[in-house]
């Protein structure tokens, strides 16, 4: 269903913060660049300034480049400087050639263009709600039997909920899944549902004389139990075509405390959960730095030692050194909740990890 949604995603800085933010280049920005198959803007941008985010200054008032969305493998992308010395992105001119030969139907480009970032990879996370607190979970009605008279199935069956249901309102279905809590406080952030299906109401209920509304179950991506929550769906919802991109709060310091994958590392276009949200002044496009602090050092007898291979005591006091930590990649917010935010990995230099911190881009 996802493939058949065609957006385009741009990432447009701030005006005012754009005019705070000054545009700098890589040292070892490349003159040139031909453009492949899998590039994004962001890798391309990323080649060429040290905060991509800012893409929009390398691209702006180019008419050869008037939709940097449509740039295609093959194109070659020229580093130029304008009138005032600053930098500026232009396609370079394919030269002529003149060879007779026999006509060949040729494919148009008009699919092959280079996006911004695979939005399918953030599309699920951005349709449905994945984060919920104790009290919204509490709140939620949820499925009480099927027509089957079983505790699990599959799909293609009627399903029960304690609740008014509007008939032909489509609704997800959620099981309730891992508590996630702050690393630094302590205090949870939400319960990390996991969506199992999608349903339509057939009948409404009568909750005030005891009857149930009628779920009908479309689509299931595991087995659905009695006590699931369902959530309405607003078949009308259009993923949002426009992200404000920018650098995040300078003050911003948290950490990565989940990933999508439920993996210990992972990398490029991963989701995963920070414990920063509305509470700490997170927005939708803050792109914020992933650090990880430098292994514990401290000094021994025999010389300077790793804290990790040194005995227990040192391991439980800690190094001699307040050890730096060092950027490994960069994330995107694209979900806000009130404690916590989903973010999409942009770019990392090796594996990221749970517990990596997360701070304003340098």
């Given amino acids: 269903m996802l493939k058949k949604i065609i957006l385009s995603l741009s990432l447009m800085s701030c005006p005012l913060i754009a005019l705070a933010e000054q545009i700098k280049l890589n040292d070892d920005a490349p003159k040139t660049h031909v453009v492949v198959k899998g590039d994004t803007l962001w ?162 209920g009568d909750i005030d004389n005891d009857v149930p509304s009628t779920l009908n179950v479309g689509s299931a991506k595991r087995e659905i139990h009695v006590g699931n929550y369902v959530v309405p769906v607003n078949d009308g919802q259009l993923l949002p075509a426009v992200f404000s991109m920018k650098a995040a709060k300078e003050s911003l310091r948290g950490a990565i405390v989940k990933a999508s994958s439920n993996g210990r590392e992972f990398a490029k276009l991963e989701v995963v959960m920070i414990n920063r949200g509305l509470e700490h002044d997170v927005t939708v496009g803050d792109v914020m730095a992933i650090k990880r602090i430098s292994p514990a050092v401290v000094d021994t007898g025999d010389g300077p030692a790793y804290v990790a291979e040194t005995s227990l005591w040192h391991q439980i006091t800690g190094g001699d050194y307040n050890m730096p930590a060092e950027t490994l990649g960069e994330l995107m917010v694209f979900k806000v909740y009130q404690k916590a935010s989903m973010a999409l990995i942009l770019h990392t230099d090796k594996p990221a990890r749970i517990s990596d911190l997360i701070t304003a881009p340098d």
């Fill in 43 to 204: 890798d391309i941008s990323a080649l060429f300034l040290e905060q991509p985010w800012l893409w929009p200054k390398l691209w702006r008032l180019n008419p050869e480049i008037n939709n940097p969305h449509l740039i295609y493998p093959g194109d070659i992308l020229k580093l130029v400087f304008d009138e005032y010395g600053e930098p500026m992105l232009v396609i370079e001119p394919a030269k002529p050639s003149y060879k007779w030969s026999p006509k060949i139907r040729q494919k148009k480009k008009k699919d092959s263009a280079i996006t911004l970032l695979p939005l399918e990879v953030i599309a699920p996370f951005l349709r449905y709600e994945h984060l919920f607190t104790e009290d919204e979970l509490a709140a939620l009605p949820y499925i009480i039997g099927s027509d089957e008279g079983y505790r699990m199935s599959t799909k293609d069956f009627k399903v029960y909920v304690n609740a008014d249901l509007d008939v032909a309102q489509s609704y997800a279905i959620y099981d309730k899944g891992q508590e996630i809590f702050d690393p630094e406080t302590d205090d949870s952030l939400g319960f990390y549902v996991n969506l199992v299906g999608t349903g339509q109401v057939l009948r409404r």
